[in-house]
C-alpha cells in the first residue's frame, strides 16, 4: 500500500524554495512513479494557456504533454477528450477502474487498464493534470485519490508563489 504522508512530505520537500514549475511536476513525476505500485505512467499535462502564455481563450482549452515517467504519450488532448481532458473540464478527479469501458478514452498505451486522473487549479482555471496509469485494472481507490489530491493542492500552492 502507498505511504501517502510519506509521499506527500517528500514531494513538499522537493518543491520548496521557489522551484521552477517544471522542475517541479518533473520530480513529483519521478517520486510517484518510483514509489506507487503497481504503476505504468505517471506524469503531468499542461493546460495550453498555461504552457504557452497564450491569453486564456475556449481555443486555448487543451492539455500538453509535460514532465512523465513512463512510455510515450499523447501529446495534446482537448478538454472534454478522454479521462485527462474530462478531468480538465471538470475540474475535479477522475478514477476509472476500467478504462475499456470510459466513453472516449484516448489509449496513449494500449496496456493501461485503469487511470486516475487530478486536476490543479489556479486561479480558478485548470492549469493542469495529473495523469497515473496502471496496467491492472481497479488499481487506484479513495485512499489514491485523496493521497494524491493532497500533493497536488500542494503542488497548486508552491507553483502560484514561484
Known sequence: MTDY???????????????WSISAYANVSSLLFGNMERVSWAGFYLAGSAVDKAPAQ??????????????????VIPFGKGVC???AAKKE????????????????????????VVPLIAGGRCIGVLD???NEK???????????????RMLEKTVSES
Not at 504522508?5 to 522551484?19: I, T
Open 5 to 19: 504522508k510519506e509521499l506527500f512530505e517528500q514531494a513538499k520537500a522537493l518543491c520548496e524554495g521557489g522551484v
Open 132 to 134: 497515473i496509469d496502471s
Open 93 to 116: 478527479t477522475v478514477v476509472v477502474e476500467d478504462v475499456e469501458c470510459f466513453p472516449g478514452h484516448i489509449a496513449c498505451d494500449p496496456d493501461s487498464r485503469s487511470e486516475i
Open 138 to 152: 481497479g488499481r487506484f481507490g479513495e485512499a489514491d485519490r485523496e493521497g494524491l489530491e493532497a500533493i497536488c
Open 58 to 75: 475556449p481555443e486555448n482549452d487543451r492539455l500538453l504533454l509535460g514532465p512523465f515517467c513512463g512510455k510515450p504519450a499523447c501529446i
Open 85 to 87: 481532458g474530462t478531468a
